[in-house]
């Protein structure tokens, strides 16, 4: 439904949970059609970023270092269930990193090319929960992986 009220000026629908008539979005958004992301960590939402979506916000529990886990058996999962639904392409994924000082920022680094190896097209640096104390602290982690991240940044 979202995807047809984003994408055309009028739209009737009738679905298992949803039913419209003569309704439309106007303007029309710029971007057509609109991605469509699901949040999540469990089977079910992953199934559905995979079939119905256009990507995967991952939540919590999802490690730092993804080939220390069975994010790798994971993503498989994920890309076979797009085949199987014949979707065309891969899955789009938002992986994670916490910026704290336990690791360097080259340990950040070898962190983010092993997301960007299993196929992550996004990546969220993360400073919460690490003792950090005001804006300028948060500012200056992130000043820190940036450089350590330039060769990510698009």
């Known amino acids: 439904l979202l995807r047809k009220l984003w994408t ?3 739209v009737t629908f009738e679905g298992d949970f949803d039913r419209v008539r003569g309704v439309s979005v106007n303007p029309l958004p ?9 949040g999540g960590s469990v ?3 992953r199934r559905r970023a995979a079939v119905l979506g256009d990507g ?3 939540q919590l529990p999802v490690p730092d270092l993804p ?3 069975d994010w790798p058996d994971t993503m498989e999962e994920m890309r076979r269930w797009r085949r199987e639904a014949g979707k065309p392409g891969d899955v789009g994924f938002e992986a994670r990193l916490t910026l704290d000082l336990a690791r ?3 340990e950040w680094r070898a962190t983010a090319s ?5 196929g992550a097209s996004h990546l969220a640096v993360r400073t919460i929960r690490l003792g950090l104390h005001g804006v300028e602290e948060h500012l200056a982690r992130f000043a ?4 350590a991240l330039a060769d990510f940044l698009r």
């Open 144 to 147: 820190l992986a940036s450089e």
């Open 43 to 45: 089977e079910r939402a």
């Open 8 to 10: 055309e000026p009028v």
């Open 30 to 38: 710029v971007q057509r059609p609109i991605p469509i992301w699901f």
């Open 104 to 106: 360097s920022p080259e």
């Open 56 to 58: 995967l916000v991952m």
């Open 67 to 69: 080939l220390e886990s």
């Open 114 to 118: 092993q997301w960007q190896e299993l």
